[in-house]
Every structure is written in C-alpha cells, then in structure tokens.
C-alpha cells in the first residue's frame, strides 16, 4: 500500500461538503482544514489505485485541486 | 508492515500536508521515524524548482517529500512526488555499452572512453575541431553543463557546444538581453504573493508548471481583487481561474501585445516619468527613436485593426490593456507559448515593453517573468554559458574582450579561444545529416524526440559514418537507438550537484544513495574523456563536482552574475539562494536593476533604476512588427497543429512514463479537437483521427473538447510511440535560433 499526504483546496461553499465526503470514503484520513480551504488528507492506497482515487477526489464539487506533499510506497518495497 | 508503523506514516504524509500550508508546529515537528535520513534537493522535473526532501531507508530512496524551506514551501505536484520509481526502473543503464554488429553490448569503461576519445580526436585530426560536437541539457547539473562547455571551448577549441535550452527559451534570452542587457529575469518567484494582476500568455502554467500555478491561485483566493488574464488559443486548465481569458488566432500574439500598448497610451495610462528616464526607444534597424515616433508606430495595431488579425474583439483588448496598466502590480509569465516562435524573440520584447511603458517593473508583485521548460535550463545552460555563442556568466563568443577575459581565467594564452560561434541546434543535427559532423557527445537528453521535423535529424543521426556518444541513464531513451557507445550515468540524488531554477536560485541537490552497478558522476565521466581527448589535464583538475562549483564561481564573480558568496558549505546548509550574492553574508536578490535591491548597484548610485546591462543604463522599448508564423493554416492544410505537455508527463516521458500512477493517467497521446470542429467531421471521442502536415503523417485517438479553439488541434509530445515532433515544422527565429515547435498547419480525417 501506499500512503500519500494531499491538499485538497476547495471552494469556500464546498468545504464542509467535500470534507464530509472524504471522511465516507473508507481509504481517506481527513485532519482538519486550514483558513484558506485547505483539507489536510491522507491517502491510503495500492499505488496502481491512488490516481483512482485521488480522480474521484477531483470530480467532487467545489474541488480545486488537489496537492501532494508525501508519498511513500516503502511496504510496497518490501513487500518485493 | 505493523500498524505502529503504518501510523507513522500517515502521521509523517499528513504532516508533511500541515507544514505545506504552514499547520501547527507541534504537529509538523512530531518525531520522524519513518526514514534513516532525510537528504536535501531540488525536483529533477520543470523549471519550478522546487526543493524536495529525499528520504532513505536502507540505503534505498523510499519517499520524497516537499521542502518546506524552500519557495515551494513544502508543496510538490504528483510528478515531483513520485520520483521513487524512476530511481529503480528496470530500464536503468548500468554499465558501459558499444554498438557492436547493430547491438549495443556491454563493455569496461576503459574500452568506452577510450574508443570515444579515439574517434573524437580523429575527427578532430583529419577535419579540424568543428567537425565535432557536444548536445547537453537543461536537466544536467549546473557543473556538469560548464565542465562539458570548457572542454570543448577551451579544451578541444570547438565552440560546437548546444543542448536542448535552444529548443526551449532561447528566445527568452534573446528578449531579456535585447531589452536589458542582460539575460534572466529581474523579478522573483516573491512577485507571485504581492501581484494584483497576473497577465500570463502563451503559458499553460496550471499543467506546466503545477506549483507556480498553486501560488498565483492561493493569491487569487487570498484577495479577490486580484486579476488573472490569461491569453492563450486554448482554454486550458489555466485559463479556468481567469477573469478573463483572451482566445485568438494562433500566432497573432503580437499584433494583440502592441495593441496593448497602443491602448495604454491612448488611456494615459503609460508612466511617462519612468519611460522618459530610463528607457530607449528602438525601431527594428536598432535607431534610437522618440516616444512620438513609437506612438506613430502603434497606430498600425489599434485595437480595431489587430481585431481583424487576431480575431480578439476590440474591447477585449481595450480592456485587458487597461487592466494591465491600472492595476498596482502586474506580473506577466509566459513560457513556449511566446518562446517557441519565429518571432519568439520580439514576443518577448513586446512583454518588456508593457512593463517599461507602465513602469511595472523593479516593484513587489511588477515585473516580466519568463518561465523555464527544464530544471537546470537557467543555472546550467543560460549562466554557464552553455550554447554555441556564449562563454560563461553571460559572456560573448564573438566579443574579443570577454573571450581575452575567459583566457586568463581559464590560464590559456591571449586570443587562443576560437572566435566564431559553432552551430545552433538545428543547424547542429543538419550538419550531422551533411556528414560535417563527425562525432557528436549527447548528454542528459533525448533529441532524438524533442527536436522539430524529428525524421530529418534521425536520418541524420543513423548516419553509418559519424560518431555518437551518450552519457544517458534509461535505456529507452530514444536517442539510445543512434548511439554507438552509452555510458551509464549517476541519476539525479546519486551524486552531489546544483540546480538553477526560473528566478535565479541556485539549490544542492544532495547525494542521497550511491548509483547501481558501474554508474558513474557525469562530472567524473567527462574529466575522464577530455584527458583521453587529449584536453590539457590542467583545464580538468576536478575531482568532483564541488571542484567545478568553485571555479564557476570564480569566473563569475567579475560578472554581474556574480555569486561569489554562494558556498558549498552555505548550498548545504540553506534551501537555495538567489543571484546576485557577492558576498557569504548575502541573502541572495529578489529584484534585479534597483537600488537597494541589486547589490551590482551602488548603494549611492544617483538614479533608482540602473539597467546596467546597457552603454547607457536605460533599458529599451523594441518597435517590433507583427509576424505571423512560418507555416499559416492554407486551404490543403486548414487546421493549425500545437503541441505541448500535460500535467503528468515531463518533456519526452522517459522518467514519467515508468511511474505507474502517471504512465495510467496518460498513457498515450491523442489529439485534442474542439467540438464544433468534431461535430462538423463526425468526429466522436475516441474515433481514430489521421493528422497529416508536409512533413509526415499519423493517426491519433480524438478528445473532443472546449480545449481548443475552432481551427486548432493539440498533441501533447511525451509519447514515444506517437511522436508529433515527426510532423512538426523546423522554421526558427532568425534570433535566437529556436525552432517554431507551436504552430504548424495540418489536415485532419476520421478515419
């Protein structure tokens, strides 16, 4: 599995929206937002399926981008 | 992997998501166990240059991270953060390769070097030193570039020295140094958070350049009043957060920017006491002319006249020449939208003249800023004077004093340095298709797909009787299939080196993990080849690319590109510093050509501007023409074919496509058709669509979008299998000799 660290910058409307969503998908670990609509996430996912994933992120309404600031894939490793 | 430590790592990616936004301390500093260390360095894609953090366990890189230190504060794109898998791709060369009866086989380094040198220097012996030459990169490290430079300029007395910069901003150096006098731009990525308004052209910064696009965004949000113009003839991802986004035909662009400046005169908005005091109008045959006669000038482009060339209705120029001028600090950023032209030169001098015209120039958040294609372009190839007319720090090949300057720096006898210029890069690979060529050193880079009218110069490189070296990592390289030996570079954090990035910073690239099997440093591979060439061993004295770092630094330092106070031990310690930095107690310049600001200004120097890169201090407003593009849409060939990047893939996808995330989330080219256009030819989504120009033709899977306006197709060029540089078109600026890689017209068929 691969664990990724995301922003995901929203709409100011869409804040709550996006974030309650993100809590409902069982592979995301919201923590918190920050003032500027940031939504700190964590993303847990086999590597082959993150950008999956992270699509179904962008599509959500009021979604701006999303940002990567981490991911590591070191189980995957040494899964080898 | 137990759950403790699996937590960890959650902990450490949502921190690293906290420190990005500047989140609460105690959560950010929470310890770090995931990794044995952490190594410092810059991402090995585009121009950004953001600084990364790369993380090793077991002497393995497992992660990489942003560097919260540097101006991308922590925040990478997909690409940057997944580097991991390019470091341990299978296709990794490992040791030395000879073609040997059509297949390149393994071989020592001594036979590599040695049969290398061998034909080098006899080419040399039976031709003279042009028939042979070096193709370097904008993606080798700064010492790299000027080490290969030296040996072949001051070594092997060939001034054949060019590299995929030429394709990429040559032309923004032509603008910056017509108009300044000097290359690279005065402003800083610090612009980006005091700009009011973002006036960006011919720049798909969203896709291209991810974390700039992040910056101006999160301006935007942060106050409303801010205003993004963007010009381009795509509506691109870019153009999305636009107040107002400005279609037109394409290669029309400059018609529409001296519009522009007809409007702000018309409006009174130009800034009459900066102009008079610090700026020189030009006409195009370089007279020194007056305000009146430029005014004279502009009457060809009122906006009702430039409507009809470019298609961009009259108010809209009115008013984004009007925003342009009235807003408290405009930044314009462009990149190969204006570069990649035959006119790319004045594009880029029509940018500067909005900006000299209106004063926003020299203040927070006011100023031209050109963005680069690669991640060393500027640090590597522009400053160190890596291409076929320059000597390092901005210095001129046919300049008798700046070459008599590099000779005593260099320790070689007065008036040893050959005076002409070599070859610029397409005159380069058709010298090669000529047999004038003989041997030919390719370095860190893939033109074998990146340059224009590809099939030319691959006839021209599977020439049987010339010569090919590569210094490459990835076995899939294109350019691979020409080489007749292959030496297997250190990638990336596998050895020690610098990068310069778009706004002058230079950073360390930290080694991270010792290069597989028989790898070596570029730096070490090219020392090693100069001496067996035959270079005096005195002009290679390097050991490492540390060694090299303090020569550069040595021959910049009588320059204004000086950075003498830029140590190795201070790259180590700090996230990158900004040239001009004379001294070690400098912290680098934001804002270059102001007092107080630029430290090449005296602190007493009477005026507050100094363009010290011209005779008389004052910068130049260029009449420039309109032009359109070398080959225009005509009736056998109606549509106007662009090619570009997408956000996922990185110059010709050799590193990208190995990366599984990113190879899925493109994995192929295709063209982009506007859905008028579709609707017309039946074209659906998917169809298979035939695209052909006078140069080559190819069938492409459709997107149907709004992308594009009516007229235009895109490709984007990562695709090997689908390679659209085999129809593009090689016309160049007589300038700066950069190939028009944006426009070319093509016919296109469902098929």
């Given at each position: 599995m691969a664990i990724a660290g995301l922003l995901v910058h929203t709409l100011k409307e869409n804040l709550q929206d996006v974030e309650r969503q993100l809590d409902s998908m069982p592979?995301?670990?919201?923590?918190?937002?920050?003032?500027?609509?940031?939504?700190?996430?964590?993303?847990?996912?086999?590597?082959?399926?993150?950008?999956?994933?992270?699509?179904?992120?962008?599509k959500l309404d009021g979604v701006l981008t999303i940002y990567t600031t981490f991911v590591t894939v070191e189980d995957e490793l040494e899964d080898e | 992997m137990d759950i403790t430590r699996r937590e960890f790592l959650k902990y450490t990616a949502a921190s690293s998501a906290f420190m990005a936004i500047g989140g609460p301390l105690a959560f950010a500093a929470s310890k770090d166990q995931t990794v044995d260390h952490w190594v410092k360095g810059v991402c090995r894609f585009c121009g950004t240059g953001c600084g990364v953090m790369v993380g090793v366990k077991n002497k393995k890189v497992v992660t990489v991270k942003g560097d919260p230190n540097n101006h991308n504060a922590g925040f990478l794109c997909l690409k940057g953060a997944l580097m991991t898998p390019i470091i341990y791709a299978k296709e990794r060369i490992t040791e030395p390769l000879i073609r040997k009866n059509g297949k390149l086989v393994p071989a020592t380094w001594d036979e590599a070097l040695n049969l290398t040198a061998s034909k080098f220097k006899e080419a040399i012996k039976k031709y003279g030193p042009t028939s042979v030459a070096y193709y370097g990169s904008g993606q080798a490290l700064t010492e790299e570039t000027y080490l290969a430079s030296k040996i072949f300029k001051a070594g092997l007395k060939c001034n054949n020295v060019e590299g995929n910069p030429r394709l990429c901003m040559a032309s923004a150096v032509g603008g910056y140094v017509t108009t300044y006098g000097k290359d690279e731009p005065c402003g800083s990525y610090d612009d980006i958070n005091a700009a009011t308004c973002f006036f960006i052209i011919g720049s798909n910064t969203s896709e291209c350049h991810p974390i700039i696009f992040k910056k101006i965004a999160a301006r935007k949000q942060a106050d409303p009043n801010v205003k993004?113009?963007?010009?381009?003839?795509?509506?691109?991802?870019?153009?999305?957060?636009?107040?107002?986004?400005?279609?037109?035909?394409?290669?029309?662009?400059?018609?529409?920017?001296?519009?522009?400046?007809?409007?702000?005169i018309e409006e009174e908005l130009d800034n009459y006491r900066f102009h008079s005091k610090y700026v020189n109008f030009m006409d195009n045959q370089k007279n020194k002319r007056t305000f009146e006669d430029y005014k004279k000038f502009l009457e060809d482009y009122t906006p009702e006249k430039v409507e009809k060339i470019s298609g961009v209705p009259a108010e809209t120029i009115r008013k984004i020449a009007k925003i342009f001028a009235e807003s408290s600090a405009t930044m314009s950023l462009w990149t190969m939208g204006i570069n990649q032209r035959i006119r790319g030169v004045w594009a880029n001098n029509l940018i500067s003249n909005l900006h000299l015209l209106t004063g926003h120039i020299g203040k927070p958040g006011?100023?031209?800023?050109?963005?680069?294609?690669?991640?060393?372009?500027?640090?590597?190839?522009?400053?160190?004077?890596?291409?076929?007319?320059?000597?390092?720090?901005?210095?001129?090949?046919?300049?008798?004093?700046?070459?008599?300057?590099?000779?005593?720096?260099?320790?070689?006898?007065?008036?040893?340095?050959?005076?002409?210029?070599?070859?610029?890069?397409?005159?380069?690979?058709?010298?090669?298709?000529?047999g004038k060529i003989k041997a030919l050193l390719i370095l860190c880079t893939n033109p074998a797909q990146s340059l224009p009218n590809v099939n030319k110069y691959r006839k021209a490189m599977a020439r049987k009787d010339n010569f090919i070296a590569l210094i490459e990592c990835f076995r899939d390289a294109e350019t691979v299939k020409f080489a007749d030996v292959v030496f297997p570079a250190a990638f990336w954090c596998e050895r020690e080196g610098v990068y310069g990035c778009s706004e002058r910073r230079y950073s360390l690239i930290g080694k991270a993990i010792d290069p597989p099997g028989k790898c070596r440093p570029t730096v070490n591979i090219l020392v090693d080849l100069a001496v067996r060439m035959g270079v005096d061993p005195k002009l290679v004295p390097f050991k490492n690319s540390a060694d090299v770092w303090d020569e550069w630094r040595k021959v910049a330092r009588p320059t204004p590109y000086n950075f003498w106070g830029i140590t190795r031990e201070r790259l180590r310690k700090e996230s990158g510093i900004r040239w001009p930095c004379p001294t070690e107690d400098h912290p680098g310049t934001r804002i270059r050509y102001v007092r107080g600001e630029d430290p090449n200004i005296p602190k007493d120097y009477k005026h507050k501007y100094f363009f010290y890169g011209k005779p008389d201090g004052k910068a130049v407003i260029w009449f420039r023409p309109y032009k359109g593009p070398a080959e225009a849409p005509d009736k056998?060939?109606?549509?106007?074919?662009?090619?570009?990047?997408?956000?996922?893939?990185?110059?010709?996808?050799?590193?990208?496509?190995?990366v599984p995330e990113l190879r899925r989330s493109f994995p192929n080219a295709y063209v982009e058709i506007n859905e008028k256009d579709a609707k017309k030819m039946g074209i659906q989504n998917g169809d298979r669509v035939l695209l052909e120009t006078r140069r080559d033709k190819m069938v492409f899977p459709a997107r149907v979008s709004d992308v594009c306006r009516p007229g235009l197709v895109f490709v984007p060029w990562f695709d090997v299998n689908l390679m659209i540089n085999k129809l593009t078109k090689d016309a160049f600026d007589p300038g700066s000799k950069q190939p028009e890689f944006k426009i070319c017209a093509v016919r296109i068929k469902k098929v």
């Amino acid at each position: 599995m691969a664990i990724a660290g995301l922003l995901v910058h929203t709409l100011k409307e869409n804040l709550q929206d996006v974030e309650r969503q993100l809590d409902s998908m069982p592979e995301m670990t919201t923590y918190g937002t920050s003032e500027d609509q940031y939504i700190i996430v964590v993303a847990e996912a086999p590597s082959e399926e993150m950008e999956k994933r992270v699509e179904k992120i962008k599509k959500l309404d009021g979604v701006l981008t999303i940002y990567t600031t981490f991911v590591t894939v070191e189980d995957e490793l040494e899964d080898e | 992997m137990d759950i403790t430590r699996r937590e960890f790592l959650k902990y450490t990616a949502a921190s690293s998501a906290f420190m990005a936004i500047g989140g609460p301390l105690a959560f950010a500093a929470s310890k770090d166990q995931t990794v044995d260390h952490w190594v410092k360095g810059v991402c090995r894609f585009c121009g950004t240059g953001c600084g990364v953090m790369v993380g090793v366990k077991n002497k393995k890189v497992v992660t990489v991270k942003g560097d919260p230190n540097n101006h991308n504060a922590g925040f990478l794109c997909l690409k940057g953060a997944l580097m991991t898998p390019i470091i341990y791709a299978k296709e990794r060369i490992t040791e030395p390769l000879i073609r040997k009866n059509g297949k390149l086989v393994p071989a020592t380094w001594d036979e590599a070097l040695n049969l290398t040198a061998s034909k080098f220097k006899e080419a040399i012996k039976k031709y003279g030193p042009t028939s042979v030459a070096y193709y370097g990169s904008g993606q080798a490290l700064t010492e790299e570039t000027y080490l290969a430079s030296k040996i072949f300029k001051a070594g092997l007395k060939c001034n054949n020295v060019e590299g995929n910069p030429r394709l990429c901003m040559a032309s923004a150096v032509g603008g910056y140094v017509t108009t300044y006098g000097k290359d690279e731009p005065c402003g800083s990525y610090d612009d980006i958070n005091a700009a009011t308004c973002f006036f960006i052209i011919g720049s798909n910064t969203s896709e291209c350049h991810p974390i700039i696009f992040k910056k101006i965004a999160a301006r935007k949000q942060a106050d409303p009043n801010v205003k993004v113009i963007v010009v381009d003839p795509r509506k691109t991802n870019t153009a999305r957060i636009a107040d107002i986004h400005v279609s037109f035909k394409p290669g029309t662009d400059l018609a529409i920017l001296n519009a522009m400046a007809y409007v702000i005169i018309e409006e009174e908005l130009d800034n009459y006491r900066f102009h008079s005091k610090y700026v020189n109008f030009m006409d195009n045959q370089k007279n020194k002319r007056t305000f009146e006669d430029y005014k004279k000038f502009l009457e060809d482009y009122t906006p009702e006249k430039v409507e009809k060339i470019s298609g961009v209705p009259a108010e809209t120029i009115r008013k984004i020449a009007k925003i342009f001028a009235e807003s408290s600090a405009t930044m314009s950023l462009w990149t190969m939208g204006i570069n990649q032209r035959i006119r790319g030169v004045w594009a880029n001098n029509l940018i500067s003249n909005l900006h000299l015209l209106t004063g926003h120039i020299g203040k927070p958040g006011a100023t031209p800023f050109s963005l680069t294609g690669q991640p060393n372009a500027c640090g590597g190839v522009r400053d160190t004077g890596g291409l076929s007319h320059l000597l390092p720090a901005g210095r001129l090949i046919k300049k008798r004093e700046h070459r008599n300057e590099m000779e005593e720096l260099w320790g070689l006898p007065k008036d040893s340095l050959n005076p002409k210029p070599g070859y610029h890069t397409v005159a380069l690979f058709k010298a090669l298709g000529e047999g004038k060529i003989k041997a030919l050193l390719i370095l860190c880079t893939n033109p074998a797909q990146s340059l224009p009218n590809v099939n030319k110069y691959r006839k021209a490189m599977a020439r049987k009787d010339n010569f090919i070296a590569l210094i490459e990592c990835f076995r899939d390289a294109e350019t691979v299939k020409f080489a007749d030996v292959v030496f297997p570079a250190a990638f990336w954090c596998e050895r020690e080196g610098v990068y310069g990035c778009s706004e002058r910073r230079y950073s360390l690239i930290g080694k991270a993990i010792d290069p597989p099997g028989k790898c070596r440093p570029t730096v070490n591979i090219l020392v090693d080849l100069a001496v067996r060439m035959g270079v005096d061993p005195k002009l290679v004295p390097f050991k490492n690319s540390a060694d090299v770092w303090d020569e550069w630094r040595k021959v910049a330092r009588p320059t204004p590109y000086n950075f003498w106070g830029i140590t190795r031990e201070r790259l180590r310690k700090e996230s990158g510093i900004r040239w001009p930095c004379p001294t070690e107690d400098h912290p680098g310049t934001r804002i270059r050509y102001v007092r107080g600001e630029d430290p090449n200004i005296p602190k007493d120097y009477k005026h507050k501007y100094f363009f010290y890169g011209k005779p008389d201090g004052k910068a130049v407003i260029w009449f420039r023409p309109y032009k359109g593009p070398a080959e225009a849409p005509d009736k056998d060939y109606p549509f106007v074919l662009t090619t570009g990047r997408v956000i996922d893939h990185w110059h010709t996808g050799t590193m990208t496509m190995k990366v599984p995330e990113l190879r899925r989330s493109f994995p192929n080219a295709y063209v982009e058709i506007n859905e008028k256009d579709a609707k017309k030819m039946g074209i659906q989504n998917g169809d298979r669509v035939l695209l052909e120009t006078r140069r080559d033709k190819m069938v492409f899977p459709a997107r149907v979008s709004d992308v594009c306006r009516p007229g235009l197709v895109f490709v984007p060029w990562f695709d090997v299998n689908l390679m659209i540089n085999k129809l593009t078109k090689d016309a160049f600026d007589p300038g700066s000799k950069q190939p028009e890689f944006k426009i070319c017209a093509v016919r296109i068929k469902k098929v």
